[in-house]
C-alpha cells in the first residue's frame, strides 16, 4: 500500500496567517491526492482534488500544489472558519490517509 | 443535493458483527454514483478507508487489511448500502463514515460523506 506522511501534525497560527500543510507519498500519485477538512460532528468536506483542482464552493483562499510524491495544501489567509484538522488522501491505488495536521489558534 | 447518512448500533460487543447502514438520499443509489464506500477513524488516529462497493453490487474492493472480515453490499430498492464487519475487537471502536467516490474508477477521493457515527466494541 502506499503510505502518506503528512506535517505537521499540529500546526499553531493566527487569523490572517498563510498556512502551509504538506504530504509525502512512499511512491509517486501522479496526482491522484485529495485535502480534506474535518470538523468534531460534522461531515468532512472535500477541498481540493486531483492535487490542485478546487471543490464547488470551496473559498478561494484554499490552494493545492504538487505532483509525483510531495504535495502542499496551502489557506493564503487563515479564517476563523478553517480552524480543523486536515487530511491529504492519495487515490493511486486504494485509498490512504495521511495522519493529519491540526490547525489550532495561537 | 445528495446526502448520506449512516444508522445502526452505537454499541457492539467483542467477537460479534458490526453493521452500519447508509442511506442516501436527494437522488438514487444507481444514478448518483457508480460506487459507494465506507471509511473509519478511531479515536485520536487517522482515517482508515474499509472498502467500496459498485453501484449494483457485483464488485466490491476492501482495504487488504480487512479483507478477510469486511462485506459491503446495496439494496437498491431501500437506496441504501450496508458495512458488516465480523469478529470486532476493541480495535475496531471508530466513528465509521459512508461516502461517495467521484468517477468511474474503483478507487477515488469522496466529495459527499455523512457525519459518522460511533461505534464502540465493549463487553
Known amino acids: 500500500d502506499i503510505q502518506m506522511t503528512q506535517s505537521p501534525s499540529t500546526l499553531s497560527a493566527s487569523v490572517g496567517d498563510r498556512v502551509t500543510i504538506t504530504c509525502r507519498a512512499s511512491q509517486s500519485l501522479t496526482g491522484w491526492l485529495a485535502w480534506y477538512q474535518l470538523k468534531p460532528g460534522k461531515a468532512p468536506k472535500l477541498l481540493i482534488y486531483k492535487a490542485s483542482s478546487l471543490e464547488s464552493g470551496v473559498p478561494s483562499r484554499f490552494s493545492g500544489s504538487g505532483s509525483g510524491t510531495e504535495f502542499t495544501l496551502t489557506i493564503s489567509s487563515l479564517q476563523p472558519d478553517d480552524f480543523a484538522t486536515y487530511y491529504c488522501q492519495q487515490y493511486s491505488g486504494y485509498p490512504t490517509f495521511g495522519g493529519g495536521t491540526q490547525v489550532e489558534i495561537k | 443535493q445528495l446526502l448520506v447518512q449512516e444508522s445502526g448500533p452505537g454499541l457492539v460487543k467483542p467477537s460479534e458483527t458490526l453493521s452500519l447502514t447508509c442511506t442516501v438520499s436527494?437522488?438514487?443509489?444507481?444514478?448518483?454514483?457508480?460506487?459507494w464506500g465506507w471509511i473509519r477513524q478511531p479515536p485520536g488516529k487517522g482515517l482508515e478507508w474499509i472498502g467500496s462497493?459498485?453501484?449494483?453490487?457485483?464488485?466490491?474492493y476492501y482495504n487488504p487489511s480487512l479483507k478477510s472480515r469486511v462485506t459491503i453490499s446495496v439494496d437498491t430498492s431501500k437506496n441504501q448500502f450496508s458495512l458488516r464487519l465480523s469478529s470486532v475487537t476493541a480495535a475496531d471502536t471508530a466513528v465509521y463514515y459512508c461516502?461517495?467516490?467521484?468517477?468511474?474508477?474503483?478507487?477515488?477521493?469522496?466529495?459527499?460523506w455523512g457525519q459518522g457515527t460511533l461505534v464502540t466494541v465493549s463487553s
Open positions: 461516502a461517495r467516490p467521484v468517477g468511474t474508477s474503483s478507487f477515488s477521493f469522496f466529495d459527499a
Open positions: 462497493v459498485y453501484y449494483s453490487g457485483s464488485t466490491s
Open positions: 436527494g437522488g438514487s443509489i444507481i444514478s448518483s454514483s457508480y460506487y
